[in-house]
């Protein structure tokens, strides 16, 4: 039960000294403890981390049916089986928040990943977004007349979704060489879920497990959708655990990548964000913009909206509460907003080339 204080102190810690946490840990120890984990379980074809939460939650519900036996033959008081089972969940909570913490989380407190590679942070201007939304358009309509299509018309991954999952970090390999803070990265295959319609309920396209140090794919996700939270998931897995910054780093490493179905993904995934950010703070140039996509785009983010429409329930709004909670716990105060503020990076990437 002392884990989660003594976690909860040091990441406190952590968050004082970010300079220290980048040297000591997400460049010195992180590195290390990734590779060790990954080569253990990167041999096995599916999650790790999926098996064993499915391993733990047979364990809850055998746990707790017993406990109802010896209640009903009055083997156990009902106090007993409260403070038992209390302990029990605080320190199977102590030992995951420990773990995760320990393994990777403390990542949330290195030096900020502009302030590494000497971006220009300052917040954008609102022509600032125009421009980036139409080079992103440019660019996604280019691509797009690459890509294949499905008998929908919408795009799809030239060998299908699981194959890609083999060919994700292609990117990596690139974009180590251009950002050094980058270079000597581990990353490891990304994993498919083998429960993803469930996942597909409760929200989340994909997740990273630090105990396992595996990047988690939702198997059902549209194709532009899949290839770009993969190169988000193994974002995290190099050490960046904050939102915005796998999504920026996942973006310029499918934007890096060889074969145009990711440099597409990425392209159209980073236009999402930027179109929704100006659509707030410039609604009439967001309608003018947007009418420039081209008919294959169009389809394509159509059907992005229509999946997390089919999905959207009661459940996924708790999930992303949860998520919101979790973030904020880690020293992330925009929550679950944070997943936006990767448009700051964008226009910071985008003064960088110009």
């Known amino acids: 039960m002392a884990l989660l204080p003594l976690t909860a102190l040091v990441q406190n810690l952590a968050a004082r000294f970010p300079q220290l946490v980048e040297t000591v840990y997400s460049r010195g120890a992180y590195p290390v403890i990734a590779r060790i984990v990954t080569i253990a379980t990167g041999w096995i074809p ?7 939460v499915a391993a733990i939650l047979i364990w809850i519900a055998w746990s707790l049916v017993r406990t109802i036996a010896q209640l009903v033959r009055k083997q156990r008081s009902v106090l007993d089986a409260v ?42 201007s609102v022509e600032e977004l125009r421009s980036l939304s139409r080079r992103l358009i440019a660019e996604a309509n280019a691509l797009r007349e690459q890509v ?9 991954l030239h060998a299908g979704r699981r194959e890609a999952l083999g060919r994700s970090r292609l990117g990596f390999d690139r974009l180590q060489e251009e950002y050094s803070v980058l270079d000597g990265r581990f990353v490891g295959r990304p994993k498919g879920v083998l429960f993803s319609s469930l996942m597909s309920w409760f929200g989340p396209s994909g997740i990273y497990i630090a105990q396992t140090a595996e990047p ?19 974002a995290h897995q190099m050490g960046f655990a904050r939102e915005d910054e796998a999504s920026f780093i996942g973006y310029l490493a499918a934007r890096l990548h060889p074969d145009v179905d990711f440099r597409y993904a990425g392209t159209l995934r980073a236009l999402s964000y930027v179109l929704r950010a100006l659509a707030q703070a410039d609604h009439d140039s967001y309608r003018a913009i947007l009418d420039s996509c081209s008919e294959g785009v169009k389809r394509d983010r159509t059907a992005e909206r229509t999946f997390a429409l089919r999905y959207e329930w009661a459940w996924s709004k708790v999930s992303r509460r949860i998520n919101d909670a979790y973030l904020k716990s880690q020293g992330q105060t925009a929550g679950v907003q944070s997943y936006g503020k990767v448009v700051d990076l964008l226009i910071a990437d985008q003064r960088r080339r110009l």
């Open 46 to 52: 599916t999650s790790l981390a999926e098996l064993l």
């Open 216 to 234: 988690n794919v939702n198997m059902r996700l549209p194709h532009t959708r899949f290839a770009s939270t993969a190169c988000h998931e193994m």
């Open 148 to 156: 294949g299509e499905d008998p929908q018309g919408v795009m799809r």
């Open 83 to 124: 403070l038992h089972g209390s302990v029990t969940v605080l320190a199977l909570a102590g030992s995951v928040y420990a773990s995760g913490t320990f393994l990777w989380g403390l990542n949330y407190q290195r030096t900020p990943l502009a302030v590494s590679v000497g971006f220009d942070s300052s917040s954008g």
